[in-house]
């Protein structure tokens, strides 16, 4: 089975661009897990789907942020307008059921707001 | 509140030393417990994890954490560490429940000398 894909690897972009981060979970997978991970503030968990719904979204940090889930292969998050400090790595991460705890994680997406 | 704290933000070890990587978690329920590693410009990957039973774990690449409730930990262990162990490590907390996020530590960066 081919892992979690997520693009870009890379995105550069200036402030007050939309920025649109892609994920493609493992599949058979019914949940999927957005985390940011800065150097101050570690992994943090922004939003996580069952089943294609949104269950948490609690740490979302701003309205300008969003994630969909439209099917059970695609998500988006999506910033807008991006700030500066959005800058970090944003990993997807998918789980299966029957539940065994294990997140299998994407490389993840690093972006770089000017 | 749910937490997890990593005393150690980085670690030097001699190649061919023992390694103890330290968690400390905070959970409501009954915790279940991971460990995961993520090398340089990779996703993160499961080392072990914790559900039941045996307060000693064994994972992959030689590694082992044991689980103490009366001080809420759960320890990172090796017994003679591989240049290749060089990375950053994460403990995380979760609950046995299909579609539930896990909270991470904020890492240790362990690097090998030798």
């Known amino acids: 089975d081919a892992g979690v894909i997520q693009s870009p690897r890379h995105e550069v972009t200036e402030m007050g661009q939309e920025v649109t981060l892609r994920c493609k979970p493992i599949s058979g997978h019914n949940s999927l897990f957005w985390y940011r991970q800065t150097m101050m503030r570690g992994l943090e968990l922004l939003i996580y789907f069952n089943n294609n719904v949104p269950i948490d979204d609690s740490g979302m940090p701003e309205d300008r942020f969003s994630a969909k889930m439209p099917n059970a292969s695609f998500s988006t998050l999506k910033i807008q307008p991006s700030e500066p400090r959005d800058s970090a790595v944003y990993f997807c991460?998918?789980?299966?059921?029957?539940?065994?705890?294990?997140?299998?994680f994407g490389e993840g997406s690093r972006l770089t707001v000017l | 509140a749910q937490s997890v704290t990593q005393p150690d933000i980085h670690i030097t070890v001699s190649e061919g030393a023992s390694l103890e990587l330290r968690c400390n978690y905070s959970?409501?329920?009954?915790?279940?417990l991971f460990w995961y590693v993520q090398s340089p410009g990779q996703g993160l990957q499961l080392l072990l994890k914790y559900f039941s039973g045996d307060t000693l774990v064994q994972g992959i690449k030689g590694f082992e954490a044991e689980f103490k409730r009366s001080q809420s930990s759960f320890n990172l262990r090796k017994p003679s560490v591989h240049w290749s162990d060089a990375a950053e490590y994460f403990c995380a907390v979760g609950a046995k429940q299909a579609g539930t996020a896990l909270i991470f530590g904020k890492g240790t960066t362990l690097s090998v000398s030798s």
């Open positions: 959970y409501g329920a009954t915790p279940y």
């Open positions: 991460a998918s789980q299966r059921a029957p539940w065994t705890g294990e997140l299998f």
